[in-house]
């Protein structure tokens, strides 16, 4: 029984040294709350996706329909409008996560998620249904955020895109909230101007401010998911597992195929040494077709702590054959042999 203890608190002396000081505690990503993606928008262009948006009932392509290429926290990227084919293509993507939301009038707002931190998905291409709002009746979510949409007053609406011009395309996010509270100011109500208010304090470190914010935008519009990563990500920085849990478990109800809710899910259970739920967690999100392929870097930490091994060498090779321009390649070179020594290691004594 020592000897088995002793090999156990072996291998988690190894894994802690190659985390080293990440904030996170987790060997997979050292992106914490507080800096998580300024990194990402260094790497070079990646690739291209293809969206095809047409109505759920005919199949018939849908024009003129606004399609937005959004990634956290730097809100939208890109911007296009379909053409009669339904189509669009955003190209020159770099490195990252991202959704991509469609809204034409009279529909209801889909949204699609892709990842570019496949080695392999240097293209994608995506299909999004849009739904009739008469199909929805009077009391669906899209009819009631239409009619919002049309209540919030010119000058709101102008301060909104001013803050959003300074935040996404300026990079100037200290003079982003001014535009955004001013937009509040001019209509209390105001969602989408609260989300990206918590998102340009994040980006500035006013992390209490930032969490009043994006959960005032929930408060006032519990159905769009867009504040409740950020905020996920802030109570996790601040160890407020409980919280951070609640917020996801929401966010999944709402949006089911987003990998993002589960992923965290595992990565909170993880940190908290919670292997087994940590573990029920990240496999669910490994069978999701848009599952990152940190999704792998992940299960490795999983697997090792709780004593598996072979396991934990699988989803590393996968990681690095599946992802092999990754930074973190290096790192998981390192932790390879030595954890072929520990499975081809002699057995202890009885």
């Known amino acids: 029984m020592r000897e088995g203890n002793s090999k156990t608190r ?4 190894f894994w802690q040294s190659l985390r080293g000081a990440t904030t996170t505690g987790l060997f997979i990503v050292s992106y914490c709350a507080l800096t998580p993606f300024a990194k990402a928008q260094n790497f070079d262009a990646m690739g291209q996706v293809v969206v095809r948006v047409h109505s759920s009932g005919s199949e018939a392509p849908l024009a003129q329909v606004r399609v937005e290429l959004v990634k956290f926290p730097s809100g939208v990227v890109s911007e296009l409008f379909t053409g009669s084919d339904g189509r669009v293509q955003f190209s020159s993507i770099s490195v990252g996560a991202y959704t991509i939301r469609a809204t034409r009038q009279g529909y209801q707002a889909g949204q699609a998620t892709v990842d570019f931190r496949r080695g392999d998905a240097t293209e994608q291409n995506v299909e999004i249904l849009l739904v009739p709002e008469e199909k929805l009746g009077n009391s669906s979510a899209a009819g009631s955020i239409s009619a919002d949409e049309l209540k919030i007053p010119t000058k709101a609406k102008k301060e909104f895109d001013r803050g959003k011009r300074l ?35 994040m980006q500035t470190g006013a992390l209490a401010a930032a969490e009043a914010s994006l959960r005032k935008a929930i408060s006032i519009d519990s159905k769009r998911t867009g504040p409740y990563y950020p905020l996920a990500m802030i109570l996790f920085g601040q160890k407020k597992f409980s919280d951070e849990r609640q917020v996801l478990e929401d966010a999944q109800k709402i949006e089911p195929s987003d990998w993002r809710w589960g992923f965290e899910l595992a990565r909170s259970n993880a940190q908290q040494g919670n292997w087994g739920k940590a573990l029920e967690a990240a496999l669910e999100v490994r069978k999701m077709p848009n599952a990152p392929t940190k999704i792998h870097l992940l299960l490795g930490d999983i697997y090792s702590n709780s004593g598996h091994v072979k396991e934990a060498i699988d989803e590393l090779e996968l990681f690095v054959h599946l992802d092999p321009e990754s930074p973190f390649v290096s790192r998981v070179k390192q932790v390879l042999p030595e954890l072929k020594k520990q499975l081809d290691g002699p057995t202890s004594p009885q």
């Open 10 to 13: 072996e291998r988690r002396r």
């Open 167 to 201: 935040l996404n395309e300026e990079k100037k996010p200290n003079e982003s909230i001014g535009a955004f509270q001013n937009a509040i100011d001019s209509y209390p109500d105001y969602a989408n101007a609260y989300f990206l208010l918590g998102t340009a304090q």
